[in-house]
């Protein structure tokens, strides 16, 4: 059971450069998220998902666009990269139990751009 | 803006020794939650808290939550080297029982435990 699976682990970008940092999750969980955290910051919602087809935005999307056409993947694209979207990212996955909402993290994407 | 602010940015403790983090917040939730980040690595769950709940316990961590302080505190009790890590609140906002994983963190506590 793999969990959330994140790639690349570390990539440098230039400025004006796309990518796309994929994440998937084996758990069939129906929510989705990605995170960037920047130091001193703490951790920031860029995009989730509540499932296939559905997608909305967080607290900082503008750079970033999401698409969600399976359970599993959520890859998160970097359209024209900056040197404020340096930062690591996080991809989480989520389902709703009797107990609450526990939210798995993939291990992070570090990413620079230059 | 981030809705959760932590007390203290950094805590170095000796083995044994209990340590102790807190969390405030600004505006109303459903549950809090405290996640470890170790060095490189992502984020695990440590335990949540309902707004209704005051206490939970969970091992060797005791989680308080007062809602008319909007505060939240994480105890660990008799720390090993193995808790080093970064800890974090995070506060859910979602309103009625179904969370979508939409949470706001505070910028973490450091915790250095030395052997």
């Known amino acids: 059971n793999a969990g959330v699976t994140q790639t690349p682990k570390f990539q440098v970008l230039k400025t004006g450069q796309s990518m796309t940092l994929q994440c998937a999750q084996d758990m069939n969980h129906e929510y989705m998220s990605w995170y960037r955290q920047d130091p001193g910051m703490g951790l920031r919602l860029i995009h989730y998902s509540v499932g296939a087809g559905i997608t909305d935005q967080g607290e900082v999307p503008n750079g970033y666009n999401v698409s969600r056409s399976t359970t599993e993947d959520f890859p998160l694209r970097l359209l024209s990269a900056a040197p404020s979207q340096t930062s690591v990212y996080f991809c989480?996955?989520?389902?709703?139990?009797?107990?609450?909402?526990?939210?798995?993290f993939g291990e992070g994407s570090w990413l620079t751009v230059v | 803006s981030q809705q959760g602010e932590e007390d203290p940015q950094a805590l170095s403790i000796q083995e044994g020794e209990n340590a102790t983090m807190n969390c405030s917040y600004k505006?109303?939730?459903?549950?809090l939650q405290w996640y470890r980040q170790n060095s490189g690595r992502g984020l695990v769950h440590l335990i949540l808290?309902?707004?209704?709940?005051r206490e939970k316990h969970s091992g060797r961590l005791r989680v308080t939550l007062d809602t008319s302080k909007k505060s939240s505190s994480l105890l660990i009790t008799a720390s090993r080297a193995a808790d080093t890590a970064s800890y974090f609140c995070a506060t859910d906002l979602t309103a009625g029982g179904t969370s979508y994983g939409k949470l706001t963190f505070g910028q973490g506590t450091i915790l250095t435990v030395h052997p």
């Open positions: 989480a996955s989520s389902y709703f139990g009797v107990a609450g909402n526990t939210i798995y």
């Open positions: 808290i309902r707004s209704n709940e």
């Open positions: 505006t109303s939730i459903n549950n």
